[in-house]
């Protein structure tokens, strides 16, 4: 038994066709309702008490169904309010329920209340003092500064497009992490869309292809192109360079991603089953309606690091000088060594690259890779930083930082260890009303978020849920602005690994700069060092190794 089933009131969740008459049961307690008020009138006066409460369960049922802010309310009317009941016994049965939970590796509630509250707009600063063992090893703090100020620049912005690039973007810290319509809804796709839009930050489309959806808000997009060439795949599921120059062309695409491998499921290709593949679903990939599609676990269009740079420099020119980068979980620095040495060989570099940490996911992870296959983000995010430090390219390329990003501190977290920018997916999830029910693999999703179900998916209000997402991205890149500036920095552009702490032992903590080695521009290319000489020479240009 899960603690999801409770705080989605139990087994409802599983049984869809009890969604479609929750109309007419609220109708029916309508109608028990009038009897018993009729019979308290003309038979027996005490029907008046069970008139008033099934009056008062009719009248509230209605109102959770014309209501839009809370999705479970509407689709589970009255007994959806259990929800909250439960949640505030959740600290005592968490033990039990969550952390004995095999199938899915939650955010801690903590982090997920802070989500809910800033999508709402609400300020969030209640808690009396840490609810954090500071003394525990593992804990990280920022430093401050008695020179803090007030942040001056609230939305600050990353310049996507090295010199090959004609057409540049300026990308906001935090945006949309890559989940496809398939894996969510359409109307939660729609809201995520429309918060970019309105929130003036990216949203990525996951490797499922540019739905009509992605489109209707207005946002911003980074299409990302996985091994299955959903959108821009040819009969046999090759590449099909027509299908992508028209797509990447259009204005909202403002640049393109290939995912060479993902946090979740590194080395595995993605899964949609075959009950969430409608025929929406299966226009906008271009495959069969109802079959289960599973994407390669590599690519086709290119086999080596050479010819990667040499894809991505194809994918610029057809998308009309847009920047192109690609997406992946490290899996050993030889192999993104290798990467660097095909950059090296051609002369072409992508615009970006994004770090996915092994600990990402949003529900269709195999348990087995998500614990123990590719490297945690922060190890891959330091790597691919120092990587492209040593090989004198980090100057050109910018990185994207992308798993478990919810906070301000989040945020600050991972400029110091070396990205640019970050995207999140989860966290976004929450602010659209995922609650982390663990239903995303049956298509019985009991917010609309992550099924297929057309009564489940209409339940959540996209007007509302827009508002949400704009809310929490505003509000997070807000308060990492303001610790920057109570760090005394004039910017994101003066943070360094000096200024990120790690307690190493219950008594004793260091800084990033002290616990890890860092590169200095070129130094790959003139005189490795020690640790890292042997992974030099093993990488290669003409194999990933």
């Given at each position: 038994?899960?603690?999801?089933?409770?705080?989605?009131?139990?087994?409802?969740?599983?049984?869809?066709?009890?969604?479609?008459?929750?109309?007419?049961?609220?109708?029916?307690?309508?109608?028990?309702?009038?009897?018993?008020?009729?019979?308290?009138?003309?038979?027996?006066?005490?029907?008046?008490?069970?008139?008033v409460?099934?009056?008062?369960?009719?009248?509230?049922?209605?109102?959770?169904?014309?209501?839009?802010?809370?999705?479970?309310?509407?689709?589970?009317?009255?007994?959806?309010?259990?929800?909250?009941?439960?949640?505030?016994?959740?600290?005592?049965?968490?033990?039990?329920?969550?952390?004995?939970?095999?199938?899915a590796?939650?955010?801690?509630?903590?982090?997920?209340?802070?989500?809910?509250?800033?999508?709402?707009?609400?300020?969030?600063?209640?808690?009396?003092?840490?609810e954090?063992?500071?003394?525990?090893?593992?804990?990280?703090?920022?430093?401050?500064?008695?020179?803090?100020?007030?942040?001056?620049?609230?939305?600050?912005?990353?310049?996507?497009?090295?010199?090959?690039?004609?057409?540049?973007y300026?990308?906001?810290?935090?945006?949309?992490?890559?989940?496809?319509?398939?894996?969510?809804?359409?109307?939660?796709?729609?809201?995520?869309?429309?918060g970019?839009?309105?929130?003036?930050?990216?949203?990525?489309?996951?490797?499922?292809?540019?739905?009509?959806?992605?489109?209707?808000?207005?946002?911003?997009?980074?299409?990302?192109?996985?091994?299955?060439?959903?959108?821009?795949r040819?009969?046999?599921?090759?590449?099909?360079?027509?299908?992508?120059?028209?797509?990447?062309?259009?204005?909202?695409?403002?640049?393109?991603?290939?995912?060479l491998?993902?946090?979740?499921?590194?080395?595995?290709?993605?899964?949609?089953?075959?009950?969430?593949?409608?025929?929406?679903?299966?226009?906008?990939?271009?495959?069969?309606v109802?079959?289960t599609?599973?994407?390669?676990?590599?690519?086709?269009?290119?086999?080596?690091?050479?010819?990667?740079?040499e894809?991505?420099?194809?994918?610029?020119?057809l998308?009309?000088?847009?920047?192109?980068?690609?997406?992946?979980?490290?899996?050993?620095?030889?192999?993104?060594?290798?990467?660097?040495?095909?950059?090296?060989?051609?002369?072409?570099?992508?615009?970006?690259?994004?770090?996915?940490?092994?600990?990402?996911?949003?529900?269709?992870?195999?348990?087995?890779?998500?614990?123990?296959?590719?490297?945690?983000?922060?190890?891959?995010?330091?790597?691919?930083?120092?990587?492209?430090?040593?090989?004198?390219?980090?100057?050109r390329?910018?990185?994207?930082?992308?798993?478990?990003?919810?906070?301000?501190?989040?945020?600050?977290?991972?400029?110091?260890?070396?990205?640019?920018?970050?995207?999140?997916a989860?966290?976004?999830?929450?602010?659209?009303?995922?609650?982390?029910?663990?239903?995303?693999?049956?298509?019985?999703?009991?917010?609309?978020?992550?099924t297929?179900?057309?009564?489940?998916?209409?339940?959540?209000?996209?007007?509302?849920?827009?508002?949400?997402?704009?809310?929490?991205?505003?509000?997070?890149?807000?308060?990492?602005?303001?610790?920057?500036?109570?760090?005394?920095?004039?910017?994101?552009?003066?943070?360094?690994?000096?200024?990120?702490?790690?307690?190493?032992?219950?008594?004793?903590?260091?800084?990033?700069?002290?616990?890890?080695?860092?590169?200095?521009?070129?130094e790959?290319?003139?005189?490795?060092?020690?640790?890292?000489?042997?992974?030099?020479?093993?990488?290669?240009?003409?194999?990933?190794?």
């Open positions: 038994m899960r603690w999801a089933h409770f705080a989605c009131v139990c087994r409802a969740a599983r049984y869809p066709h009890a969604v479609l008459i929750r109309p007419l049961i609220v109708g029916g307690v309508w109608v028990l309702g009038f009897a018993a008020t009729t019979l308290s009138v003309f038979h027996r006066s005490w029907w008046v008490l069970p008139a409460l099934l009056i008062a369960l009719a009248a509230l049922g209605t109102w959770d169904l014309l209501q839009t802010r809370h999705t479970v309310y509407r689709l589970y009317p009255i007994v959806g309010r259990a929800r909250p009941l439960m949640e505030s016994i959740r600290p005592q049965i968490r033990q039990y329920f969550i952390e004995a939970n095999t199938e590796s939650p955010f801690d509630r903590e982090t997920r209340d802070m989500v809910y509250e800033r999508a709402a707009g609400t300020k969030g600063d209640e808690p009396f003092g840490t954090r063992d500071v003394n525990a090893v593992g804990y990280e703090f920022l430093r401050h500064s008695l020179r803090a100020r007030f942040a001056d620049d609230l939305d600050p912005r990353v310049r996507l497009g090295g010199p090959d690039c004609s057409r540049p300026d990308i906001a810290l935090l945006n949309v992490s890559a989940m496809s319509f398939g894996a969510l809804s359409a109307n939660a796709i729609e809201a995520l869309n429309a970019a839009a309105r929130g003036g930050f990216a949203h990525d489309t996951g490797e499922g292809g540019i739905s009509p959806y992605h489109l209707r808000g207005g946002g911003d997009l980074i299409w990302e192109i996985g091994s299955g060439y959903f959108g821009c040819d009969a046999e599921g090759r590449f099909d360079p027509a299908a992508f120059a028209e797509k990447a062309t259009l204005p909202s695409v403002k640049a393109v991603s290939v995912k491998s993902q946090g979740a499921k590194p080395g595995l290709g993605g899964v949609l089953p075959g009950s969430k593949v409608s025929a929406e679903i299966a226009a906008t990939r271009g495959v069969p109802g079959h599609v599973v994407s390669p676990p590599a690519h086709s269009a290119f086999r080596n690091p050479i010819e990667l740079a894809f991505i420099a194809t994918l610029r020119a998308s009309g000088g847009k920047p192109v980068g690609f997406k992946l979980c490290v899996g050993a620095r030889s192999e993104f060594l290798s990467i660097c040495k095909g950059i090296l060989a051609t002369g072409i570099a992508p615009d970006f690259v994004i770090v996915d940490g092994s600990e990402g996911g949003t529900g269709s992870a195999p348990q087995e890779f998500e614990d123990h296959v590719g490297m945690p983000l922060t190890e891959g995010l330091m790597l691919v930083h120092n990587s492209l430090v040593g090989t004198g390219l980090r100057d390329i910018k990185i994207g930082a992308s798993g478990k990003v919810a906070s301000g501190v989040d945020i600050v977290s991972r400029i110091c260890q070396g990205a640019d920018f970050t995207l999140a989860r966290a976004m999830m929450f602010a659209v009303g995922c609650i982390q029910a663990l239903e995303c693999n049956t298509n019985h999703c009991p917010t609309g978020v992550a297929q179900d057309p009564a489940r998916t209409r339940a959540l209000d996209v007007p509302d849920k827009t508002a949400r997402v704009f809310n929490f991205q505003r509000a997070t890149v807000a308060s990492a602005a303001q610790i920057v500036a109570s760090m005394g920095l004039a910017g994101f552009h003066e943070l360094s690994p000096a200024m990120l702490n790690r307690r190493v032992e219950s008594q004793r903590s260091r800084t990033y700069a002290e616990i890890y080695n860092w590169l200095m521009p070129g790959l290319l003139e005189d490795p060092p020690e640790s890292w000489r042997s992974d030099w020479i093993e990488a290669s240009a003409d194999e990933f190794r």
